[in-house]
């Protein structure tokens, strides 16, 4: 028999065996639990991704547009739903954007789009590369159907834009092309001007916000004085600087098919620039819309321009926003403009024209501007004086659906002189008023409440006072007001953004 200390012993040995082999076990059930637990869970969702890529293969295969934007459908789910697109004779719009496509996802779409119908292919913001363009390029070069290609930042680089050239000098079917946001530079800007000299079918190109510089502007201008197609021409975002610039307006000054559609801005061009730009413009009489926008034009670049402006009766869209244009630069533009039947669109914001400048261009949208819709204003210095040039505006005129005024330091006062003239307003198309970034309190907020009570009929339908100093007391005023619109109005809508 063992003694009675070795029992005792062994007991204590057995005790803490058995805890330790319990506390093993569970934790081995536990764990193999959580195992059959995420496996179920892993399935689930793969179950779930197959169902939901196969509700996006089937609104390709069964609607002639397709929207799959910024559905997180990455590399392999992209592989996936293309293969909807073989001998498909339904789907003619695909958007495919913000998608993370990849490599492979435009490897797989490139050998799905021949037996397809794709009129119009948007793919923005995919990480494509250069890579990926190369294998797109090789289907579009012989491709019958794509007539609108979106690829703006993809990370398209040169080697990319020499890929999309090459193809450019065989296709004949594409008539507008997204390259906005790359990476091509002086080299890829050469390439695609050597392709604009043989293609003559291409009619919209942008190259917004890439690297071109000087040197990619003059490469495009010896292009475009030969080419016969290209109608709308973006180039925002280039630092062409004037150089680059007055090498365009001269190669479009003599040329015989007439632009419609040109951005320039944010390219540091001053008034010698505008100088040739005004050149241009007593050719081109075609043009529709002039963007110049965030350039350094100043009132010089005003005056240079303003004759030809003056002589350019055919545009609908003119922006000049962000020029450090004054009060000056304001009337000389506004004596160019006034007789204008067709500028739907005016865009001066960020200008500093002071109270005296828009009284001098409101002067003129009132009644000599027949077809204006959008007037955009925004930080321009305005001031509770400049409110009453407004004032005076939301009385007379009648056009107008987007009136774009925030950041002019209003304050209550200039609020209060705005919501005299919302009282009064003919202003019935109005559907967007922008009073935000204007210091607007209690005070200036229920004055615009009346206003817009007292003349239900004018309100907006979006009024956006975002940014401002209006406390629980302002909005209650407002959203009040909101509901007698909407009563008196038989259901009009007009929606506050506080």
């Not at 799959?68 to 996936?80: I, P």
């Not at 913001?125 to 070069?141: C, H, P, Q, Y």
């Not at 407004?390 to 007379?396: E, W």
Request: glycine letters at 10%.
């Amino acid at each position: 028999m063992l003694p009675a200390a070795a029992l005792a012993g062994a007991g204590l040995l057995f005790l803490m065996y058995r805890q330790v082999f319990t506390r093993g076990a569970a934790s081995v059930i536990e764990g193999t639990q959580t195992a059959v637990q995420q496996g179920l869970s892993h399935k689930t969702l793969q179950r779930d991704a197959q169902i939901r890529l196969n509700e996006f293969a089937d609104r390709m295969r069964n609607m002639p547009s397709a929207d799959l934007s910024a559905q997180n459908l990455g590399e392999e789910g992209t592989a996936y739903v293309v293969e909807a697109l073989a001998f498909n004779n339904m789907c003619r719009a695909l958007d495919l954007s913000k998608n993370g496509i990849g490599e492979l996802g435009i490897s797989a779409l490139s050998q799905a789009l021949p037996n397809a119908i794709i009129k119009t292919l948007v793919l923005n913001t995919n990480s494509i590369s250069d890579t990926g363009v190369e294998a797109l390029a090789k289907v579009l070069s012989g491709n019958t159907s794509i007539e609108k290609l979106d690829l703006g930042q993809n990370g398209i680089g040169d080697a990319g834009a020499r890929a999309l050239a090459e193809a450019l000098k065989l296709n004949t079917t594409l008539l507008r092309l997204d390259l906005s946001g790359n990476a091509v530079d002086v080299e890829g800007a050469k390439a695609l001007a050597e392709a604009l000299g043989v293609n003559n079918t291409l009619r919209a190109l942008s190259l917004s916000d890439n690297y071109l510089g000087e040197g990619g502007g003059r490469a495009l201008a010896a292009a475009l004085a030969a080419n016969g197609s290209i109608k709308e021409l973006s180039l925002r975002g280039n630092e062409l600087g004037d150089a680059g610039v007055t090498a365009l307006a001269e190669a479009l000054q003599g040329r015989a098919c007439q632009l419609e559609v040109l951005d320039l801005g944010n390219n540091s061009v001053t008034a010698e620039g505008a100088a040739a730009l005004a050149a241009m413009l007593k050719t081109q009489t075609g043009l529709t819309s002039l963007t110049l926008y965030m350039n350094d034009l100043c009132d010089e670049g005003v005056d240079a321009l303003a004759g030809a402006l003056k002589a350019s009766k055919g545009l609908t869209m003119l922006d000049l926003g962000g020029n450090n244009i004054s009060e000056k630069g304001a009337t000389t533009l506004a004596t160019a403009l006034k007789g204008h039947a067709t500028l739907s669109t005016l865009e001066l914001g960020s200008n500093p024209i002071g109270a005296g400048g828009a009284q001098k261009l409101v002067d003129i949208v009132k009644f000599d501007l027949p077809k204006i819709t959008s007037f955009k204003l925004g930080w321009c210095k305005l001031g509770p004086q400049g409110a009453r040039a407004i004032s005076d505006l939301l009385m007379f005129n009648s056009t107008i659906t987007l009136l774009d005024l925030r950041g002019n330091d209003f304050g209550n006062d200039g609020a209060i002189i705005l919501g005299r003239g919302l009282r009064s307003s003919s202003m019935t198309k109005l559907s967007e008023l922008d009073l935000g970034y204007n210091s607007i309190k209690d005070d200036g907020a229920c004055a615009i409440a009346q206003a817009l009570k007292a003349n239900a009929d004018s309100a907006p339908a979006d009024l956006k006072l975002n940014s401002n100093y209006i406390t629980r007391f302002g909005q209650v005023a407002l959203s009040e007001a909101v509901d007698v619109v909407y009563e008196m109005t038989s259901g009009h809508e007009t929606t506050v953004h506080f």
